[in-house]
């Protein structure tokens, strides 16, 4: 069978079935609504009668196509769906569920209530400063030294001051690549973000379980680390091991997630304030023992011999790779820049890589100036509290304080990563990326449970099968935070040719992009060559995530597979009844998947344009339904062509709807939102091309608006 075609007066008569809000309209210009017509032109009437008077009878081939032409639109009109001579996949099913409807063209009026509604919702949107938003990220940064410093003094023994002054120096350049792609696209969800308007979904998807392994890894070497300085100062009983103790703590953080209790702003700040204090006491109080005892311990674990078959240089690196882990925490504020002030971030950058400056690479030179390495590395997961031992003459005052703070601060670290895991996890449910299961809240409390129950259960695995060993759980901590951050560097080389004409406030050399990157991944490989069997360990959870993922993205494929199998089987055809179910099991399943409609904001009716969007949306999204929406603020300013290629577009592609939407208003974040409103299309599923530096608008201020091409 031919592709159905429908003429003009088809999709004036359909216009008027629209929804509600949808009112057909006819506009003026010229081939806004109608095909572009040669014999338009302004002649005279007498004139045009003159020459079809003097014009020749049609031959018998003109008139036969005439009348073909004729059949054909007749033949049009009776269809609903777009259909195709070309063979199907599935001959002995139905495969109308294949094809879509015809699309429409139509006019939509904005209500001024949706407006009033977003200018009320920014009003009363509560955002915090710099310090605020500091002390969440930077309690995970800070609090980073008391697991960091003992790892890095086990493998660069006397070096590990260089080795975590070179960590501070390469957080600089990080610093400035962040910042770069943060303010570029200001909106929550980290790399997985900034992955989605840079490149393909399934990219993002990558990004995406990255940052849940570090999420992941943060909450359980925070609670095995606050497990550990817990213990090396009480004496619990036999029943609660450091080992229990953990998974206690877990529990316990998961149950506040479920019980709807969130850290607040006040709350971090609070204990950033404490432990801030805290590392301050002990740095000044472990220099005045520096000063008192002079440089003899210094002296000796400097001219201790290095183990056998290493090299200084060998040390050093082991040391910067493991030493790493004392900057966690520094990616993590763009999770939240959307709940910051305007200008906040590059501050909220500034001061966390001075807070890591002052204290990580100062505080280890300490902890080799008083202690000898041997005992560090003895006792390398309490590091910090047997330097606080040290600092005040072996007494246990300061030691007792570290290990109060320590708890704290590192039970604030699960509940931060706890938090983060439900803002990714819920942002990737809401993309239609992972099951929908994962929006569900808790009708009590409005958390949400499942996402917390399923982290949960995936922490207490890992840790039991790493067997508690904090080094073996530093490792795969190191080489999930170290593969976000390189997605950070990845995206700042990308975004400089896909994404170039975004404003930026900062704008970062590409050459430091591409250098940054490679030292990242040279790290993440020392990590898996000082450890292997944590490959092992990161590859299996980064494997179960992905396929989660994987299976999601490609349901609408492995769906039609499924259905496929299903027609070639003739087995359940001796079954009518079950075959029947079974059919419309796959189709309804395939329909509701296809449903979710896409927006994409057509300024320019250039085809290409048009189709790149189709392209995009086909592959990225399993949408059958794309509407076109072109805002404009005069007739005179629609593009002549517009809905001409419109629907031609819309019969080159037989299995999408494609509808063209006139709007009079100006494209800015409050038309955007009252769209969103009145098509009840998420923001997630709206596109738009990338706009230029001198866009009036920030693109974070259309809260999740993608951008698709250049």
């Known amino acids: 069978m031919a592709p159905a075609k ?125 310090w605020r938003a500091t002390s969440i ?36 350049p990080m610093k400035r690549i962040i910042t770069e792609v943060a303010t570029s696209l200001p909106l929550n969800g980290g790399c997985y973000n900034a992955m989605l308007n840079t490149t393909s979904k399934t ?19 925070s609670a095995s680390t606050a497990s550990a300085y817990l213990a090396a100062e009480v ?52 220099i005045v023992m520096w000063i ?27 040391g910067f790779c493991i030493g790493l882990l004392g900057v966690t925490g520094f990616e993590s504020a763009e999770n939240y820049i959307e709940e910051m002030k305007p200008n906040a971030f590059p501050k909220v950058m500034n001061n966390m890589f001075s807070f890591l400056f002052i204290i990580n690479a100062p505080m280890t030179l300490l902890v080799v100036a008083i202690v000898p390495v041997s005992i560090i590395q003895t ?3 309490i590091a910090v509290s047997v330097l606080g031992q040290y600092a005040v003459g072996n007494q246990h005052w300061l030691r007792i304080w570290i290990m109060v703070d320590a708890v704290i601060v590192l039970c604030a670290g699960v509940l931060t990563g706890l938090i983060g895991a439900i803002g990714l996890v819920q942002r990737m449910a809401g993309d239609r990326i992972l099951p929908q299961l994962f929006l569900i809240r808790n009708r009590w409390t409005g958390s949400y449970q499942y996402i917390v129950l399923t982290f949960l259960i995936l922490s207490i695995t890992l840790y039991a099968i790493v067997k508690g060993d904090t080094t073996s759980l530093s490792g795969v901590f190191a080489v999930a935070f170290l593969a976000s951050l390189a997605t950070f560097a990845a995206v700042a080389i990308l975004m400089r040719y896909k994404r170039g004409r975004l404003a930026r406030t900062v704008k970062v050399h590409l050459l430091t992009a591409v250098a940054t990157l490679g030292v990242l991944l040279s790290s993440l490989i020392g990590n898996i060559i000082i450890e292997p069997s944590i490959a092992e360990y990161f590859v299996i959870y980064f494997c179960v995530v992905f396929l989660v993922v ?90 002549e062509q517009i809905e001409t290629h419109h629907r031609t577009l819309d019969e080159v592609y037989p299995k999408i709807q494609i509808d063209l939407i006139f709007i ?39 809260e999740g608006v993608r951008i698709i091409m250049l």
Not at 150 to 169: D, H, R
Not at 295 to 310: A, H, M, S, Y
Not at 596 to 624: R, W
């Open 6 to 130: 429908k003429d003009n007066s088809t999709q004036v008569a359909e216009s008027s079935t629209c929804q509600s809000k949808k009112t057909s309209v006819t506009i003026s210009s010229p081939g806004c609504l109608s095909a572009p017509d040669s014999t338009r032109l302004s002649v005279p009437k007498a004139s045009r009668s003159l020459e079809i008077e003097d014009r020749p009878p049609p031959s018998f081939a003109e008139s036969e196509f005439h009348h073909i032409q004729q059949h054909q639109t007749r033949k049009a009109g009776n269809s609903l769906l777009k259909w195709s001579d070309v063979p199907s996949r599935y001959p002995s099913l139905n495969n109308a569920w294949e094809f879509a409807g015809w699309g429409s063209t139509y006019y939509m009026e904005i209500e001024d209530s949706d407006i009033v509604h977003f200018h009320s919702d920014r009003e009363s949107k509560h955002l915090i400063g710099q």
């Open 137 to 172: 990220a930077g309690n995970d940064l800070i609090a980073s030294v008391l697991y960091s410093i003992g790892p890095c003094v086990l493998q660069a023994g006397k070096y590990a001051p260089i080795s975590m002054l070179l960590v501070a120096l390469l957080m600089y």
């Open 203 to 221: 990219m993002a998807s990558l990004a995406a379980c990255i940052a849940i392994l570090d999420y992941l890894a943060t909450c359980v070497v």
């Open 235 to 286: 004496t619990l009983p036999d029943i609660f091991s450091a080992f229990t103790l953990t998974i206690v703590i877990l529990i316990v953080f998961s149950i506040i997630c479920i019980l709807g209790l969130r850290e607040s702003s006040t709350l971090t700040l609070s204990i950033f304030i404490l432990h801030a204090i805290t590392m301050a006491v002990v740095m000044v109080a472990s």
């Open 292 to 318: 008192r005892q002079g440089n003899g311990v210094l002296i000796d674990n400097w001219n201790t011999p290095d183990p056998e078959g290493t090299s200084p240089l060998r040390m050093i690196f082991n």
């Open 379 to 381: 006792n390398s997961a």
């Open 550 to 639: 994987w299976t999601m993205l490609k349901r609408l494929q492995l769906l039609k597979l499924c259905y496929w199998l299903f027609s070639q089987e003739t087995f359940f055809c001796r079954f009518s009844s079950l075959s029947n179910k079974v059919e419309l099991f796959f189709q309804s399943n395939i329909k509701k998947i296809r449903s979710q409609p896409c927006v994409f904001f057509l300024k320019t009716d250039e085809p290409h344009i048009m189709n790149k969007a189709i392209q995009y949306i086909k592959k990225n999204e399993d949408s059958g339904h794309i509407k076109f929406v072109h805002i404009y603020e005069r007739v005179q300013d629609i593009p």
């Open 664 to 702: 009079q208003g100006k494209f800015d974040p409050a038309t955007v939102d009252a769209i969103s409103r009145q098509l009840d299309i998420p923001k997630s599923f709206m596109f738009i091309a990338c706009p230029s530096i001198h866009f009036e608008h920030g693109f974070g201020a259309f």
